[in-house]
């Protein structure tokens, strides 16, 4: 397996632009996290999901921030407008199941909003 | 929301020396995992630790499970140059939803050939 693929690697959009970024977790894993990461807050779990379902979304900053997971394969997360103060390292990871602890990272969407 | 406090934010030392970093909470977690991040990369799993007094090492690197579950170390002996990167906690509660990982706010370390 090729792992986590993230794409795109970098984005740099202007403000009030929509941004979507992109995850296919590693086959067969249950479980796939978007964290944020800045140099201010280190790595914030925004959302997760369990076979597709949102689980828990309570860290996601704001309503402009949304995520879907449309089949065990994909995920996106979307941030429409963008603000400035979203640029950041996105990161997807996924994990095989509950009991499994390790998280499996992708390389991460630097995204600059400027 | 829940918190892990890691520490020291950041260190500067010379090749061959032991490092030691921490991880504290205010909540009782299940497992205590290290992450090792590298510049341009995502963080890939060190150790993990599954019980309350566990010691588990990994070459150089040992980590210990704190006895009262809410913190641990990580302990990385005789650095090299390669050990640069940012070191980081993670903790995973089993009550409820099991998936959850938190991570502390991370170590840099910067060691000097």
């Known amino acids: 397996d090729a792992g986590v693929i993230q794409s795109p690697r970098h984005e740099v959009t202007e403000m009030g632009q929509e941004v979507t970024l992109r995850c296919k977790p590693i086959?067969?894993?249950?479980?796939l996290f978007w964290y944020r990461q800045t140099m201010m807050r280190g790595l914030e779990l925004l959302i997760y999901?369990?076979?597709?379902?949102?689980?828990?979304d309570s860290g996601m900053p704001e309503d402009r921030f949304s995520a879907k997971m449309p089949n065990a394969s994909f995920s996106t997360l979307k941030i429409q407008p963008s603000e400035p103060r979203d640029s950041a390292v996105y990161f997807c990871?996924?994990?095989?199941?509950?009991?499994?602890?390790?998280?499996?990272f992708g390389q991460g969407t630097r995204l600059t909003v400027v | 929301g829940q918190q892990l406090n890691q520490s020291p934010q950041s260190m500067f030392i010379q090749e061959g020396e032991d490092v030691s970093m921490n991880c504290t909470s205010s909540s009782i977690f299940n497992t205590w995992l290290w992450y090792k991040q590298d510049p341009g990369e995502g963080p890939v799993l060190l150790i993990a630790?599954?019980?309350?007094?566990e010691l588990t090492s990994n070459g150089r690197l040992t980590a210990q499970f704190g006895i009262t579950r809410k913190d641990s170390f990580l302990n990385i002996s005789a650095s090299i140059p390669s050990d640069v990167g940012i070191y980081f906690c993670a903790g995973q509660q089993r009550s409820g939803n099991t998936g959850k990982l938190i991570f502390g706010q991370g170590t840099t370390l910067q060691v000097k050939p």
């Open positions: 086959s067969g894993h249950d479980y």
């Open positions: 630790l599954y019980k309350a007094g």
């Open positions: 999901f369990n076979n597709n379902v949102p689980i828990d």
């Open positions: 990871a996924s994990k095989q199941n509950s009991m499994n602890t390790e998280a499996f």
